[in-house]
Nanobody, 121 residues
Framework: VQLQASGGGLVQAGGSLRLNCAAS????????MGWFRQAPGKEREFVAA????????YYVESVKGRFTISRDNAKNTVFLQMNSLKPEDAAVYYC???????????????WGQGTHVTVSS
């Protein structure tokens, strides 16, 4: 599967962005999908994930209530709606795909290029 992330940009604190990740290749619905982020000087963080069947989701504690992950299997796309953005959300965001368990960050094997999110205070 090939992944293409988009939707990053510059936003003021408190604002919103929606990240998109378009997939091509093998059957999209076969993959659990996740979003990761990496800020300068920090380790990569597992932010959100969604199961194949659009029934189960995972969020890191710091984004619960603000971010929503969703997917449209008909359009081979996964989304990350980010609301109430904070300066600490600024990072390069990556989408990834897994043939394993959606909440296991170590099973994500397929990666898109990153999209930059900048949050001004």
């Amino acid at each position: 599967v090939q992944l293409q992330a988009s939707g990053g940009g510059l936003v003021q604190a408190g604002g919103s962005l929606r990240l998109n990740c378009a997939a091509s290749g093998r059957t999209f619905s076969a993959y659990a999908m996740g979003w990761f982020r990496q800020a300068p000087g920090k380790e990569r963080e597992f932010v959100a994930a969604i199961s194949r069947s659009v029934g189960s989701t995972y969020y890191v504690e710091s984004v619960k209530g603000r971010f929503t992950i969703s997917r449209d299997n008909a359009k081979n796309t996964v989304f990350l709606q980010m609301n109430s953005l904070k300066p600490e959300d600024a990072a390069v965001y990556y989408c990834a795909a897994s043939l394993g368990t959606y909440y296991n960050q170590y099973e994500y094997r397929y990666w898109g290029q990153g999209t930059h999110v900048t949050v001004s205070s």
